[in-house]
């Protein structure tokens, strides 16, 4: 069954924008943290930008400091990723993901806690951003 369906790939210019979306399935939605990956033809796929189930916390590859943006509507169910200041290196496969456990405000966190793939057990079906220079 779908869990999570994304939206609003596409191809851009070096130093456009654009915005991604993710919608969820279930009203579980809001316990979960969720994240941002991609992966590029022939590379492991990476982590990009993650964000704490209540929307309080934000996790950000160096690479997307300053350029990306990540946000949740739990009331909706919608997760996006504001992406802009494009490079080519940017080109590749993205894709939403919901933490395998929900969160919890009694357990700490750290970065760690959501860059790796493991963390995650439900996946989009992923969305194309083809950046030319």
């Known amino acids: 069954q779908v869990q999570l369906v994304q939206s609003g790939g596409g191809s851009v210019q070096a130093g456009d924008s654009l915005t991604l979306s993710c919608a969820g399935s279930?009203?579980?939605?809001?316990?979960?943290?969720m994240g941002w990956f991609r992966q590029a033809p022939g590379k492991d796929r990476e982590f990009v930008a993650g964000?704490?189930?209540?929307?309080?916390?934000?996790y950000y590859a160096d690479f997307s400091k300053g350029r990306f943006t990540i946000s949740r509507d739990n009331d909706k169910r919608l997760l996006w990723m504001q992406m802009a200041n494009f490079e080519p290196e940017d080109t590749a496969v993205y894709y939403c993901?919901?933490?395998?456990?929900?969160?919890?405000?009694?357990?700490?966190?750290?970065?760690?806690?959501?860059?790796?793939?493991?963390?995650?057990?439900?996946w989009g079906q992923g969305t194309q951003v083809t950046v030319s220079s």
């Open positions: 279930e009203r579980t939605f809001s316990a979960y943290g």
């Open positions: 993901a919901r933490k395998v456990r929900p969160g919890s405000n009694t357990n700490g966190e750290s970065e760690a806690d959501y860059v790796g793939i493991y963390e995650y057990g439900i």
């Open positions: 964000i704490k189930w209540t929307g309080a916390r934000e």
